[in-house]
């Protein structure tokens, strides 16, 4: 058996000997990557990466190489497997081979890398800027070509007239093509690139510059306004909007007035615009031309004196209940005297869009068909203004409040009297009244909520001395309930036990009656009887004030002290005092005893005179002595 472990063993130690002589056919010691001609070159340079890897291997065996080369720690795709074959060329270089570059070898399973090294190749190509026509005229577009011939991208593209960048575009290309509008009439433009690096971006220097002179197109519009730019509301005011004659009969030209945001005429090369002019029409008007591309314009002020004021809605804030009286009025406060009298406004006054009276003044009896939106309207000379819309409802007057209880009514405890009506405009105040003296006050503001008051009572007729009292419009709106009628509960009192016939003339086999009676207490009254050791015997409720129980036959066991309880809704548990009650033998009982006593009696006596006898009779015969 020991043979067998010595062996498999050795077998073991071998197999690992062997494998590890496998593995160590060859081992990379370090793995370095140079860069020529240095580091750091200028745009078209040749650079040529150079992995050096020092390996050690089995003398006899030349093992094979792999080389991986990598930028930006992403592959470059070149895998080389000569030992001669380790470099990676870089033709021309341009700032975008600028980067973080490393290589790798790998031999036998056994992978190395090197440390990384940056290239910087520095120098930007200066691109050229060609332009399809030198000549234009305002609202033509050029096309410009901006191009970098042996740059590599991605590249990011500038079309700049020195203030502003006109375009901007990104691209992997080395050219960009645009179409460009030129905004002013004199322009030089030019083109650059740039090239983003991770932490920087690197400028190209200008392309050469082209200066444009762009004839101008003539067309801004000359605004005129008649009958002047300071008028009152209400006059017809006319525009007139028109340009140079060389393009006025061109087809293409359009003319445009408008006013803020809105646009008034679309089309004035022909005619004016007339319109009659309102208050809140004052400000600029503009006069814009457009052909083809270009746009100019002209604007004026123009403002506009009021014929009148906004008409202002006066109407009751205050309270005004259901059966009121109620006026509302309609007044402005100033108008152009130079071109109305007074009397030339003209005013309506509408409900909800409804009109209710052509005046000034209106008089109402408020109601629910008076409750609405009321608006008040002025007119003269064609212009008609309108008041803000104001709400108008009438109050509702309170109505006849409720009083209920919350929970049994119990004498000389405390419970809560409610007070509400079903209909009333809000806040209300409830007063909680007895025998038409108020006890306390308190104010509501949700028609669902209902007044509460704390109270007591110490007999059952006081509950109907209780009243609540509702109002909301002082006391031409005070409103007084019913008064309170609920069941009151009185406590029990302290309850009598009577037994029948009284304890001492109990004797077995009679009937017992035992009576629970209480002085007061609201029925239902639950009356419960104990006896002998405390047992609860009966149980019952009855609607009157007493009770009773029966115990047919009786016997001395059922002899003890017997007690009673009552109670009822006010859970107010009252106990009896204790009756002693004791039952006593019958008198048959009695009169056995007393036979069987007498015959004992009699038997002890016939029993002691018969011994009296037996001894003295043998005293009598006792024989003498005999003679000497």
């Not at 332009?131 to 033509?140: A, H, I, P, Q, T």
């Not at 008034?264 to 814009?288: F, H, R």
């Not at 009148?308 to 406060?333: A, H, R, Y």
């Not at 109270?455 to 109002?471: Q, R, V």
Request: proline share 4%.
């Amino acid at each position: 058996m020991s043979t067998l472990w010595f062996t498999s063993l050795w077998h073991l130690l071998l197999f690992l000997f062997t494998s590890e002589e496998a593995c160590a056919e060859s081992v990379i010691k370090s793995v370095r990557l140079i860069v020529h001609p240095r580091d750091e070159v200028e745009r078209g340079t040749n650079v040529t990466l150079e992995c050096q890897a020092e390996v050690s291997h089995k003398e006899g065996s030349q093992p094979n190489h792999n080389y991986s080369f990598y930028k930006d720690f992403k592959s470059l795709n070149t895998d080389q497997t000569s030992s001669r074959d380790n470099f990676y060329s870089i033709p021309d270089a341009r700032m975008a081979h600028s980067g973080k570059y490393q290589c790798v070898v790998n031999t036998k399973g056994q992978k190395e890398q090197s440390s990384v090294k940056a290239l910087t190749v520095k120098g930007l190509q200066t691109p050229v800027l060609k332009v399809d026509k030198l000549k234009l005229r305002e609202g033509d577009d050029v096309t410009a070509v901006c191009t970098v011939e042996e740059e590599i991208g991605p590249l990011t593209f500038f079309f700049s007239d020195g203030s502003q960048d006109l375009y901007t575009e990104h691209t992997e290309s080395h050219k960009v093509e645009r179409q460009l509008v030129l905004p002013k009439a004199i322009m030089n433009i030019f083109c650059y690139y740039s090239f983003s690096f991770p932490s920087t971006i690197e400028r190209s220097n200008k392309s050469n510059v082209i200066r444009f002179d762009i004839q101008e197109v003539a067309i801004n519009p000359n605004i005129k306004v008649n009958p002047s730019t300071n008028i009152t509301e209400g006059d017809l005011i006319t525009f007139n909007c028109s340009v140079d004659t060389t393009y006025q009969r061109n087809s293409e030209l359009k003319i445009s007035l408008v006013h803020g945001h809105t646009l008034l005429s679309v089309n004035m090369t022909q005619t004016d615009y007339k319109m009659p002019i309102k208050a809140n029409e004052s400000g600029e008007y503009e006069c814009i031309s457009r052909l083809g591309r270009v746009s100019k314009s002209s604007a004026m002020n123009i403002t506009v004196k009021e014929l009148f004021s906004m008409p202002v809605l006066s109407i009751p804030q205050d309270k005004v209940f259901e059966g009121e009286n109620f006026t509302i009025s309609c007044q402005i406060n100033s108008f152009a005297k130079e071109r109305i009298q007074m009397d030339d406004i003209r005013y309506s006054i509408f409900q909800d869009n409804t009109p209710v009276i052509n005046g000034s003044i209106y008089n109402g009896t408020a109601g629910k068909a008076s409750n609405g939106k009321y608006i008040c309207v002025a007119e003269a000379k064609e212009i008609t203004k309108k008041s803000r819309s104001v709400l108008f409802e009438a109050k509702v007057l309170v109505s006849k409040p409720e009083i209920s209880v919350d929970g049994p009514v119990i004498i000389n405890e405390s419970f809560w009297i409610y007070c509400h009506s079903d209909n009333g405009s809000l806040p209300i105040i409830y007063s909680l009244k007895r025998n038409k003296i108020t006890l306390n006050r308190t104010e509501v503001s949700d028609l669902r909520e209902k007044a509460r008051f704390l109270a007591m009572i110490s007999t059952p007729s006081d509950i109907s001395s209780y009243m609540c009292e509702a109002e909301n419009n002082g006391q031409f709106s005070r409103k007084m309930s019913e008064r309170l009628h609920v069941p009151v509960i009185v406590p029990v009192g302290k309850p009598l036990l009577t037994v029948i016939p009284v304890p001492g003339n109990i004797e077995e086999g009679s009937d017992v009656t035992l009576i629970c009676n209480i002085a007061k207490g609201s029925p239902p009254i639950t009356f419960s009887f104990y006896g002998g050791s405390g047992t609860k015997i009966y149980h019952t409720t009855v609607q009157s004030n007493s009770s009773s129980y029966g115990l047919s036959a009786v016997k001395r066991q059922h002899s003890g002290n017997y007690y009673c309880e009552a109670n009822n809704q006010a859970d107010a548990l009252m106990r009896s005092d204790t009756v002693t009650v004791e039952v006593s033998l019958a008198n048959w009982k009695k009169a056995l005893i007393a036979v069987f006593c007498m015959l004992v009696v009699a038997l002890l006596v016939l029993f002691i005179v018969m011994r009296y006898k037996a001894k003295r009779g043998r005293e009598t015969y006792s024989p003498t002595a005999s003679p000497v």
